[in-house]
Antibody
Framework: QITLKESGPTLVKPTQTLTLTCTFS??????????VGWIRQPPGKALEWLAL???????RYSPSLKSRLTITKDTSKNQVVLTMTNMDPVDTATYYC??????????????WGQGTLVTVSS | AIRMTQSPSSFSASTGDRVTITCRAS??????LAWYQQKPGKAPKLLIY???TLQSGVPSRFSGSGSGTDFTLTISCLQSEDFATYYC?????????FGQGTRLEIK
């Protein structure tokens, strides 16, 4: 059974750096083709993909946020960490991590964490 | 980036209705399209991938079709638990992009 859970601060101040951890079980990030992604959703708005890391450490980022994002993995701990610098109130959102399965091409998300609401406010 | 446009943005329907939601890509994406269902306060749930393949455990009243730029999600006989917001997602190329969502409400 695959499960994922996000953890991190619920409140950050503008200009601060956000660090979120995704702790997962039921799969290994050393399995060929597997990935873990981050997706966010501002209150009442649509889903926005942020970043994805693959089993081989290949990393993909949203171009509009690439300069602010870093995604890393710790395979031994079954964790993926996302950092986002220079936080702004518009970054207030629920942040999800999700499992990307082995498929022929591309990435989709078949298991999601429950999400964590991050509020950016002074 | 490939833009995904869903229509309608919201609509009302009744239990037992057959409903169709449309997703259009700004350029061809072959069949690299997924559909998700999201209920308030919950994470999205994968319904369909590869445009028409039902994810394991998803009821057969859900179906998907299309390729290239135009796609549809059909619910053949609405149940009360189907009232939710639906998103399409393309995975043809990076960046991965989602549609703006279609909110399905009870009439």
């Amino acid at each position: 059974q695959i499960t994922l859970k996000e953890s991190g601060p619920t409140l950050v101040k503008p200009t601060q750096t956000l660090t979120l951890t995704c702790t997962f079980s039921g799969f290994s990030l050393s399995t060929s083709g597997v990935g873990v992604g981050w997706i966010r959703q501002p209150p009442g708005k649509a889903l926005e993909w942020l970043a994805l890391i693959y089993w081989d450490d290949d990393k993909r980022y949203s171009p509009s946020l690439k300069s602010r994002l870093t995604i890393t993995k710790d395979t031994s701990k079954n964790q993926v960490v996302l950092t986002m610098t220079n936080m702004d109130p518009v970054d207030t959102a629920t942040y999800y991590c999700a499992h990307s399965p082995v498929i022929i091409d591309g990435s989709l998300f078949d298991y999601w964490g429950q999400g964590t609401l991050v509020t950016v406010s002074s | 980036a490939i833009r995904m446009t869903q229509s309608p943005s919201s609509f009302s329907a009744s239990t037992g209705d057959r409903v169709t939601i449309t997703c259009r890509a700004s350029q061809g994406i072959s069949s690299y399209l997924a559909w998700y269902q999201q209920k308030p306060g919950k994470a999205p749930k994968l319904l369909i991938y590869a445009a028409s393949t039902l994810q394991s455990g998803v009821p057969s009243r859900f179906s998907g079709s299309g390729s290239g730029t135009d796609f549809t999600l059909t619910i053949s006989c609405l149940q009360s638990e189907d009232f939710a917001t639906y998103y399409c997602q393309q995975y043809y190329s990076y960046p991965i992009t989602f549609g703006q969502g279609t909110r399905l409400e009870i009439k």
